[in-house]
Nanobody, 122 residues
Framework: QVQLVESGGGLVQAGGSLRLSCAAS????????MGWFRQAPGKEREFLAA????????WYADSVKGRFTISRDNAKNTVFLQMNSLKPEDTAVYYC???????????????WGQGTQVTVSS
């Protein structure tokens, strides 16, 4: 099992920045990639970004490309999501996730965090 704990959410004005963190524990050696997702009220969960855990590779949704940056610190078993130029439509609960198997970075994640709320005021 892998446990994931997100932090760093909060309230920010439009145009501002936040950095989310996701600390992984447990069987982290089994992780192939980590991803960030979000879900706004009344909407489906949306893929944002992913990063390979032990290699080189990042993926981004078009909606956040150029504004959000995913990174990792393997020594601390932590993945980050730097979010810049935030917009009110970025308001959502943000989740990190981990997957064990190769394949699409957009789906088939095995472990999920509890989520952290991000609210962007206009």
């Amino acid at each position: 099992q892998v446990q994931l704990v997100e932090s760093g959410g909060g309230l920010v004005q439009a145009g501002g920045s936040l950095r989310l963190s996701c600390a992984a524990s447990g069987r982290t050696f089994s992780i192939y990639a980590m991803g960030w997702f979000r879900q706004a009220p009344g909407k489906e969960r949306e893929f944002l970004a992913a990063i390979m855990w032990g290699g080189v590779g990042t993926w981004y949704a078009d909606s956040v490309k150029g504004r959000f940056t995913i990174s990792r610190d393997n020594a601390k078993n932590t993945v980050f999501l730097q979010m810049n130029s935030l917009k009110p439509e970025d308001t959502a609960v943000y989740y990190c996730a981990a997957k064990r198997e190769r394949g699409s970075p957009v789906r088939e994640y095995n472990y999920w965090g509890q989520g952290t709320q991000v609210t962007v005021s206009s």
